[in-house]
DNA sequence: CCGCCTTCCTGTTTCGTATTAGCCACCCGG
DNA sequence: CCGGGTGGCTAATACGAAACAGGAAGGCGG
């Protein structure tokens, strides 16, 4: 028993299998298609419970309507809370809205557990009309050669450095700039940096972005590392120092400030203000400020320029750059206190 | 710039289409393709990075590599901390192993938000080999139909209801009742259970469960429920109502639990012994056992049945049910006390 | 009564791949 | 020198849907 086609539709009606499509697709009336056929056609599809083929589809239209997402690791990494968890919900979201399937591209991976384009012989990409491409460990030589190629697709990420290559990217620095700025502006003349456990591009990218503000202001850097938090390093070290803002690169490294600084008796915000840069915390419910990277809507907006690109709406090295948010509680920040 | 098909690998090599075809699928000695031949196409291929129309080849009846997963709810869920992500964990490993790529069917879902292999006018499930098939809301109509229409899935989940249908399940009674089983050998005659936030399948696989493990020790079902967790409802109260045992369905549940008791003043686990059924906090970490799905594991495994589906080694109807694991840390069951 | 315009369809081709049947040149035994 | 095998390939076809070109029947003006 095999699944219906549209012959058989077609035999079942009285019709052709043209007539079965144009009904299918709405284009009855534009060819002129009686009414009266029409409906013999529709309640036989009806009756036979008839789907089109996606396969048959696809191949007529020239296109698979998949869309590639390339990761230079796992897709679904060990721990759930991953930096890049967010952004595929936005891809998701969006390949919803425009009707796409997306295709995970596992057969990529190496023996040596990373993922490369063109490792494992062929260019597995090409099953998708296009690909957003992910990942902290990318190898501009493979995005070089794709694009090369003329394979259309998009970087989620950094902006820099792949003249010609589409991507999307969040602007850190004039995120950080502005935190710092504002935290210069409550008056805060010494403003620290709290390095976390990654070392990874998009914790390089937010103290570069740092280094950068602080020298804006004539203020130069002053480093701590989340490691060495503890008895000896912390909250009333840093004060002692003349730091009276810090900031911190993920929510979990901002709540260990904040026990640190409940166990040493330094009060959050008024002696020490805390913004964290990359978190998913409720700010309301928090003694620190957030600069929040809009994830989702960037991962969304990744998947619109692809498919941009695709139809020929947007250049093929279109690059754009999103700026952070921030989810700055006025009582967070607080202006420097003496001790 | 059209992607390369065979015809161009043909044309390139001085060969014809069946040539390359041949060689692709690995018949070129069966059909006594010369070496040379052989190598001329290969090369043609590498340079043209060539990749098979994997429409053309479901349309065909030759299978696409492609490995379908078809969740009722989208697969990136807002909250990380979802039921299905370590399960998609394992199905990633293993299609890595396998050399697959994944479908994530985003078009199946409907304006609505939910998701139907039928509902959106083409069964996209067709471009894939076959497809595993997740989600709390999984419509059972949908099922029985693909599986008439003899297309390969396998259903993470549930075991039940649907005959013909493969699946790979968690055998949550059993483990269950082992977990009552140990509890009441240690002495416990009241155990309790607290009910989650959520009320899906999974949840409700687990209190029928219970309530059968109870029934079979000839005691009765005791519930509470997390939304009342309070000043009123809790480990005092439960103690008072003569229960020395609780059942929690989630680990942030547990957490909860060892909150209040802290409040109020119970010892965990000297005066309440805690099992969580589902959950990933570090069992030597905290005051409770818990009841260990292997999500991982039974995500990998799902993959490797259809994979044996699909080759043949094993028939379309195969079912199958995995244990838990009791991750029971000893000191954290004790014998009843008396207040 | 002829030509033309609608109305309402149908025939044929195309997409890229896998398969089936079969072709052609060469070698070998008789 | 001819028949039969075999090594090394190719032509033709089918899969299901969609696009394009076109065509038969009927009405209507001249």
Redesign the pocket.
Not at 14 to 19: G, M, R
Not at 31 to 34: A, C, E, R, T, V
Not at 59 to 62: D, V, Y
């Given at each position: 028993m095999?699944r219906p086609?549209?012959?058989d539709i077609a035999r079942r009606a009285?019709?052709?299998?043209?007539?079965v499509?144009?009904v299918?697709?709405g284009?009855a009336a534009e060819?002129?298609?009686?009414a009266?056929?029409e409906a013999r056609i529709r309640q036989a599809m009806a009756e036979l419970s008839y789907v089109?083929?996606a396969a048959?589809?696809s191949?007529?239209?020239?296109r698979s309507d998949l869309i590639g997402v390339h990761t230079f690791e796992p897709v679904f990494p060990v721990g759930p809370d991953d930096y890049f968890h967010e952004f595929l919900v936005g891809i998701e979201e969006r390949a919803v809205e425009l009707g796409r399937d997306l295709v995970l591209f596992a057969s990529t991976q190496r023996p040596d557990g990373r993922r490369s384009i063109y490792g494992n012989g062929s260019n597995r990409l090409r099953l998708a009309d296009g690909t957003v491409v992910i990942g902290l460990d990318r190898d501009d030589d493979e995005l070089r050669r794709l694009s090369a190629e003329q394979y259309p697709f998009v970087v989620l990420g950094r902006r820099d450095s792949l003249p010609g290559v589409a991507s999307v990217g969040v602007d850190y620095v004039s995120g950080v700039t502005r935190v710092v700025g504002m935290l210069a502006a409550a008056g805060h003349r010494e403003i620290a940096y709290l390095r976390g456990v990654k070392h990874e591009t998009p914790q390089r990218d937010r103290r570069t972005a740092y280094t950068d503000a602080l020298s804006a202001l004539g203020a130069s850097p002053r480093w701590y590392d989340i490691a060495r938090l503890g008895r000896d390093h912390g909250p009333a070290r840093w004060r002692a120092d003349g730091a009276t803002a810090v900031l911190v690169e993920a929510a979990e490294d901002a709540a260990a400030v904040q026990a640190r600084a409940d166990a040493v008796g330094v009060m959050l915000p008024a002696q020490l203000s805390v913004v964290c840069l990359d978190g998913v915390s409720d700010p309301a419910a928090t003694h620190w400020s957030q600069l929040r990277i809009p994830k989702r809507a960037v991962g969304a907006r990744t998947l619109s320029v692809l498919a941009d690109i695709l139809d020929g709406r947007l250049p093929a090295d279109h690059q754009e750059l999103h700026p952070c948010e921030e989810r700055v509680v006025p009582t967070t920040i607080s202006a420097p206190l003496g001790d």
């Open positions: 095999r086609s549209q012959r009285n019709v052709s299998q043209t007539a499509s144009l299918l697709n284009k060819h002129s298609i009686s009266t056929t089109p083929d048959a589809r191949l007529r239209g020239g």
